[in-house]
């Protein structure tokens, strides 16, 4: 892994999505680095650490996580969520809050759950980055920013920084896919005993209106707040709600006893 440190004050982690980067929260650190010490960690095969070739599991890098980031707010944005919802539950003491932004425990549909995408979608991209990988990028860079008000701006930016440092380890991407297809965190979500702040745009085309709030009504000492204008990265056309909302949460979680 790679951890860029910036900033003072309390301490918030943050962790990127799938083929993403640490670099994307940009608009998050412009707005909250004075107030706060902000840890952008770049997960293995991503990145900075893109020739990191540990395997993208959330068991396994949960503790590596909070060996290097202790005493921390955990926010995870979209796949980057499995990880710190993974690190909240497994580490309580060491985990002050969670923010999970455009995240659920559940990225696909099943049966009672219908607040996810099709199971083919993830297996798809993953067939077709072997025929393409640059297109089969961008296509899913589209599919993030789809629905947003902000869609055309915020497209430029996902392609902009996407592959700012390099493009992410096509095995890493491989495993990605399969924990966005497989991973099921709901039966965990009652043991959660961190509180926790779940963001989402109602137009995000990757995780329906509907997931966080249900996700949130399932957690205790949760709060769902859904920006009505916001897609799948609601922290780039909506940076100054997100970041808002992130602040209040962080004074809440932070402050002395």
Same mark, same amino acid.
Request: cysteine-free.
């Given at each position: 892994?790679?951890?860029?440190?910036?900033?003072?004050?309390?301490?918030?982690?943050?962790?990127? &999505?799938?083929?993403?980067?640490?670099?994307?929260?940009?608009?998050?650190?412009?707005?909250?680095?004075?107030?706060?010490?902000?840890?952008?960690?770049?997960?293995?095969?991503?990145?900075?650490?893109?020739?990191?070739?540990?395997?993208?599991?959330?068991?396994?890098?949960?503790?590596?996580?909070?060996?290097?980031?202790?005493?921390?707010?955990?926010?995870?944005?979209?796949?980057?969520?499995?990880?710190?919802?993974?690190?909240?539950?497994?580490?309580?003491?060491?985990?002050?809050?969670?923010?999970?932004?455009?995240?659920?425990?559940?990225?696909?549909?099943?049966?009672?759950?219908?607040?996810?995408?099709?199971?083919?979608?993830?297996?798809?991209?993953?067939?077709?980055?072997?025929?393409?990988?640059?297109?089969?990028?961008?296509?899913?860079?589209?599919?993030?920013?789809?629905?947003?008000?902000?869609?055309?701006?915020?497209?430029?930016?996902?392609?902009?920084?996407?592959?700012?440092? %390099?493009?992410?380890?096509?095995?890493?991407?491989?495993? &990605?896919?399969?924990?966005? #297809?497989?991973?099921?965190?709901? #039966?965990?979500?009652?043991?959660?005993?961190?509180?926790?702040?779940?963001?989402?745009?109602?137009?995000?085309?990757?995780?329906?209106? %509907?997931?966080?709030?249900?996700?949130?009504?399932?957690?205790?000492?949760?709060?769902?707040?859904?920006?009505?204008?916001? &897609?799948?990265?609601?922290?780039?056309?909506?940076? #100054?709600?997100?970041?808002?909302?992130?602040?209040?949460?962080?004074?809440?979680?932070?402050?002395?006893?």
């Amino acid at each position: 892994m790679y951890i860029e440190t910036r900033g003072q004050g309390p301490a918030l982690a943050l962790i990127h &999505g799938w083929a993403m980067h640490g670099g994307l929260f940009a608009p998050l650190v412009e707005r909250l680095q004075d107030h706060y010490t902000l840890h952008l960690i770049d997960l293995p095969g991503h990145g900075r650490a893109r020739d990191d070739a540990t395997p993208l599991s959330p068991e396994a890098l949960a503790p590596q996580l909070i060996a290097r980031v202790p005493d921390a707010v955990w926010l995870g944005w979209s796949l980057g969520g499995q990880f710190a919802l993974r690190a909240a539950l497994d580490f309580p003491e060491d985990v002050r809050g969670l923010v999970m932004i455009a995240s659920s425990p559940r990225f696909v549909t099943d049966e009672g759950w219908p607040h996810g995408v099709k199971p083919s979608l993830f297996r798809d991209f993953g067939e077709a980055l072997g025929r393409d990988f640059r297109g089969t990028l961008e296509g899913f860079l589209a599919l993030e920013a789809l629905g947003s008000s902000y869609a055309q701006e915020e497209l430029r930016s996902l392609k902009a920084q996407a592959f700012e440092r %390099g493009e992410p380890a096509p095995r890493a991407l491989q495993e &990605g896919l399969v924990l966005l #297809d497989r991973l099921d965190l709901r #039966d965990e979500l009652p043991q959660l005993r961190v509180p926790s702040l779940w963001i989402s745009g109602r137009r995000d085309r990757l995780i329906p209106a %509907g997931a966080m709030p249900a996700a949130a009504a399932m957690t205790p000492g949760a709060r769902s707040v859904v920006i009505g204008n916001a &897609g799948h990265a609601p922290f780039l056309g909506a940076a #100054d709600e997100v970041a808002a909302q992130i602040d209040a949460f962080m004074r809440a979680v932070t402050a002395p006893a």
